[in-house]
């Protein structure tokens, strides 16, 4: 909130833009240095003045008139340092609520969310986690920032592999553990095929299937093509497999509280991408070969739209969909949420869509990120090699639940298990890989999820043992400032600015570690200062209740639950 007042006061002077200040203004290393600092660097060229003599005529002109925000502006070396009114911070911090952090940046602007998206008929396994609980974030931020966000799970119902499976549901369903446990049932089905198929495709995305062309892939391609033809008997069986899949699923979502706005497959698309392929054609866009297959030449290649036969790919899908959406929605901005493995995929279909003439491609984007490995084991559905993300998630439970039960102390096993993982994977920069590893992500110490989730129990704690009613009525008095209460109050003002720069570059990690670096600072102040009784403690049970706000907004974005006791 403060450095709002030092960038007014830095755009009246400098000229520059408010965004370009945002950037600019940053917090120094040492605190002798200021509370805020702007680098003088950037009006060298156009002042064509050293850095150092900016700094110096800039403190002159803005010393004149300091609001009541700034206590003074000092020029040191090529940087102007801004030292804020620590005792008005305080009495602001102090009084903030639960909308804190909230702002109306958006403007009910409509935002789709691509996220998750599993292939029916296949379980959902860890190398799903990432897109799921990303794109859950995602939405929290541009929400909580009064955009009009849409999450869709965009399902793979179509393609190779549910040929594969109609397939071997004819051949070796077993209906009982359908029943029981389709989740199971439906990849056995699949890894059987696979065995019988004996692919010597690499491990990849489930179009490179498609290259191998023996006698069990010529059945799959030949049930797939009835499917789309509209054969009663492969739909049946089709419908059936997504019945169970969307069971399965929703198990997972239930766990993680993960929802969507809308739920769609992508065969619902093919019929609307294939009238945009003919448009294309028409109007010399796209070009047609006598096998049925249409390419368009997009960043100098030759990209396939359509299929021999005419028959929908990927690509026919996602330009019917991203059509339909705007058609839909008249969206502001559409993300996609993929490893980064798509990234060429993406890249294409953006092309093509402003190729054919849709003006919406420019405001999409795709985030592509990294995996989300346990050990060295590569995953790959075709050979069994999963890893169940419903498995890991309420193994991951019970471990919570006998840490809790080892620390003595209480806490529900689910929000600190789900918590856990979700922290973990939202603590790294979506592009780099993330090491799954239990002892790290459900340790109460360090960077982690339930250290954070115990330092807001823990504030809870101080709270209820001083009788709320004295708190609520006695008026806080701020006086001077200890060094941990300065630090706190200093990193609460930050948090507005945190989720801008969070929900800007689509990244959850700039809150998570925010939230670490706060609940330190927490700990720091607990150790070092009493509240209850001491003379100064309807003030710290106020800055208590400030930090606890502040944490709560943080890991709300994260998708994480706070405890009152743990």
């Known amino acids: 909130m403060f450095k709002e007042n030092v960038i007014e006061l830095l755009r009246n002077e400098t000229k520059l833009k408010p965004e370009v200040l945002l950037k600019l203004v940053e917090v120094p290393p040492k605190l002798e240095l200021g509370d805020f600092a702007f680098p003088c660097f950037i009006l060298s060229k156009k002042l064509k003045k050293a850095p150092n003599q900016i700094a110096s005529i800039l403190v002159e002109k803005l010393s004149k008139d300091l609001p009541k925000q700034i206590d003074r502006v000092v020029a040191t070396g090529s940087y102007v340092n801004f030292f804020v009114n620590k005792l008005l911070m305080a009495k602001k911090i102090i009084k903030i609520n639960s909308n804190y952090g909230k702002t109306n940046v958006g403007k009910k602007k409509k935002v789709i969310i691509d996220f998750s998206a599993p292939n029916v008929g296949k379980p959902m396994h860890v190398g799903h986690i990432r897109s799921t609980i990303l794109g859950d974030s995602i939405i929290r931020m541009y929400d909580f920032l009064n955009y009009n966000p849409v999450g869709i799970n965009y399902l793979g119902d179509i393609g190779l592999h549910i040929g594969k499976l109609i397939v071997a549901y004819e051949l070796w369903l077993d209906k009982d553990q359908l029943k029981k446990d389709p989740v199971n049932e439906l990849l056995r089905l699949y890894v059987k095929f696979c065995d019988k198929e004996k692919s010597t495709v690499q491990v990849g995305t489930d179009e490179e299937d498609e290259f191998s062309n023996n006698e069990w892939t010529l059945k799959a391609k030949e049930k797939l093509k009835q499917l789309e033809l509209g054969d009663k008997k492969a739909h049946k069986i089709w419908s059936d497999i997504q019945k169970y899949s969307r069971k399965g699923f929703d198990k997972v979502y239930d766990l993680l509280k993960v929802n969507f706005h809308e739920t769609v497959g992508q065969s619902l698309f093919s019929n609307k991408g294939k009238q945009i392929i003919t448009q294309a054609i028409l109007s010399g866009h796209a070009k047609a070969e006598p096998s049925g297959a249409v390419f368009v030449e997009s960043h100098g290649k030759n990209k396939y739209i359509l299929r021999t036969g005419k028959i929908a790919s990927y690509m026919t899908q996602d330009l019917g969909a991203a059509v339909t959406r705007f058609e839909k929605h008249k969206f502001e901005e559409m993300i996609y949420l993929t490893d980064y493995r798509q990234i060429d995929h993406f890249n294409h279909l953006f092309n093509i869509l402003e190729l054919f003439g849709y003006t919406f491609a420019k405001n999409c984007k795709h ?18 090699k999963v890893i169940l993300l419903e498995s890991v998630l309420k193994k991951t439970i019970e471990k919570a639940r006998e840490g809790i039960d080892k620390r003595g102390t209480k806490g529900d096993p689910k929000k600190v298990g789900v918590g856990a993982i979700k922290y973990i994977v939202l603590k790294n920069e979506p592009q780099r890989d993330v ?47 200890t060094t941990e209460e300065i630090a706190l109050v200093k990193k609460i003002d930050n948090f507005p600015e945190i989720v801008l720069r969070a929900a800007k570059s689509l990244n959850p990690a700039i809150i998570a570690n925010y939230a670490y670096e706060l609940a330190k600072l927490f700990n720091e102040f607990y150790h070092n200062n009493h509240v209850i009784g001491d003379p100064r403690e309807a003030f710290r049970l106020y800055l208590l209740e400030a930090f606890r706000t502040t944490l709560q907004n943080s890991l709300h974005l994260l998708g994480i639950e706070v405890m009152e006791e743990m």
């Open 435 to 481: 090491q799954f590893s239990w002892s790290e992500a459900l340790n109460f110490e360090g960077n982690t999820g339930p250290y954070l989730q115990y330092s807001y129990a823990r504030a809870s704690s101080i709270i209820r043992k001083a009788k709320k009613e004295n708190f609520n009525k006695v008026a806080p008095k701020v006086k001077d400032l």
């Open 367 to 384: 985030l592509g990120f990294g995996n989300v490995k346990f050990g060295k084991e590569i995953l790959a559905t075709r050979k069994g």
